[in-house]
């Protein structure tokens, strides 16, 4: 598929606070996103977070947001029209000192006319002088599932109507902390709720090749996350970070199809030289369920992938860059028919100005 995507962000904030403790940062994002010869879909997404200070430990937090799409498709038979628009007011009162820090709110919600309140609570606790720290929370949010928003999940989706958001409650717990002046790590474990969440599978019907979406009316996933980081003067870092989900309770599919069970990331970044920075990445998972023709369900086998780069800067506004990607050439599919490019290398110039 052949997609262009256009878009720009225009916002204002304030740099102080004024006599009336009021902080803003309005901001809207347009965007154009066209698979060619198939679908135009275009989007305004507008936020306004306003912050009024009460003294030195409370504070009030109201953000707007209206988040307004149009679609409609071309040379399809038939052809169709269709809007998809969510429109959100958050107001949260948050207690803060520098041992506790505590957001209360609610985010009433209209998802395509359909009125929704989700909850914004959660806090956390420091202990050890600011060492470690236990975060908990109940939160809320929808997930806005236009075209642009699938594909950029799975270039190989199908133009199909209509969109439909997913609806997310989570529950949380964890702790996180920093060990003297480089080490912090994350550990969180949550208990997740989706309505519509949206499985890709393939459209066995045709050619096996394009993906349509199956929306699970309601499914769990018990999700555990952590993640760790070694800063060095911001001259090198070391980043690691792994997420088990394990999805159950559906009622419209068998399984969680083409989701991912375990994914591991790391990174590493090393300005080796003033002028020159080094860098690497490691990306592994396991293979989740997909369903191939005749509804058989298989599993992926796992996959992972090194690579590898440098940036050199030449003057002040230019610089180049080079990466070699998938160095072990392993061949592994995240969609199922369409295996990943081996060893291969890129490199371009960037420009600041």
């Known amino acids: 598929?052949?997609?262009?995507?256009?878009?720009?962000?225009?916002?204002?904030?304030n740099t102080k606070t004024g006599d009336f403790g009021i902080n803003y940062n309005p901001n809207l994002q347009v965007s154009n996103f066209i698979n060619v010869n198939k679908l135009s879909e275009t989007s305004f997404i507008l936020?306004?977070?306003?912050?009024?200070?009460?003294?030195?430990?409370?504070?009030?937090?109201?953000?707007?947001?209206?988040?307004?799409?149009?679609?409609?498709?071309?040379?399809?038979?038939?052809?169709?029209?269709?809007?998809?628009?969510v429109f959100q007011v958050a107001p949260s009162l948050v207690f803060s000192t520098p041992r506790v820090?505590?957001?209360?709110?609610?985010?009433?919600?209209?998802?395509?006319?359909?009125?929704e309140w989700l909850p914004n609570v959660f806090a956390e606790a420091y202990?050890?002088?600011?060492?470690?720290?236990?975060?908990?929370?109940?939160?809320?949010?929808?997930?806005?599932?236009?075209?642009r928003n699938l594909s950029d999940l799975n270039p190989y989706y199908a133009i199909l109507a209509p969109q439909k958001n997913t609806k997310e409650i989570e529950y949380y717990g964890g702790i996180k902390g920093t060990l003297g002046k480089h080490f912090s790590f994350n550990a969180k474990a949550g208990y997740v709720t989706y309505e519509n969440l949206p499985f890709f599978?393939?459209?066995?019907?045709?050619?096996?090749?394009?993906?349509?979406?199956?929306?699970?009316?309601?499914?769990?996933?018990?999700?555990?996350?952590?993640d760790a980081s070694f800063v060095s003067k911001e001259k090198f870092?070391?980043?690691?970070?792994?997420?088990?989900?394990?999805?159950?309770?559906?009622?419209?599919?068998?399984?969680?199809?083409?989701?991912?069970?375990?994914?591991?990331?790391?990174?590493?970044?090393?300005?080796?030289?003033?002028?020159?920075?080094?860098?690497?990445?490691?990306?592994?998972?396991?293979?989740?369920?997909?369903?191939?023709?005749?509804?058989?369900?298989?599993?992926?086998?796992?996959?992972s992938d090194l690579s590898a780069g440098a940036e050199f800067k030449i003057t002040k506004m230019f610089s180049a860059w080079i990466d070699v990607n998938n160095i072990l050439n392993n061949k592994y599919q995240r969609w199922h028919n369409y295996q990943v490019l081996g060893l291969n290398v890129m490199g371009g110039v960037r420009v600041n100005f």
């Open 47 to 85: 936020t306004a977070p306003v912050e009024k200070q009460f003294g030195e430990v409370f504070a009030l937090r109201v953000e707007g947001k209206a988040d307004i799409t149009s679609y409609s498709t071309k040379n399809a038979f038939p052809n169709f029209k269709g809007n998809n628009n």
């Open 201 to 226: 599978i393939n459209d066995t019907a045709t050619d096996n090749k394009a993906f349509a979406v199956s929306n699970e009316s309601k499914v769990k996933n018990f999700k555990v996350h952590g």
């Open 127 to 147: 202990i050890a002088e600011n060492v470690f720290a236990f975060q908990a929370g109940w939160v809320g949010k929808y997930t806005k599932n236009s075209y």
């Open 237 to 303: 870092t070391v980043t690691a970070g792994v997420t088990f989900n394990g999805y159950t309770g559906m009622k419209d599919n068998a399984r969680a199809w083409n989701t991912v069970p375990m994914e591991f990331t790391s990174s590493l970044r090393w300005w080796a030289f003033k002028q020159v920075m080094l860098k690497a990445d490691f990306y592994a998972f396991g293979g989740g369920h997909y369903l191939d023709k005749g509804n058989v369900s298989k599993v992926f086998s796992p996959g």
């Open 1 to 13: 598929q052949q997609f262009q995507d256009l878009s720009f962000t225009i916002g204002i904030r």
């Open 101 to 115: 820090s505590i957001n209360g709110g609610i985010i009433p919600t209209w998802d395509n006319g359909k009125f």
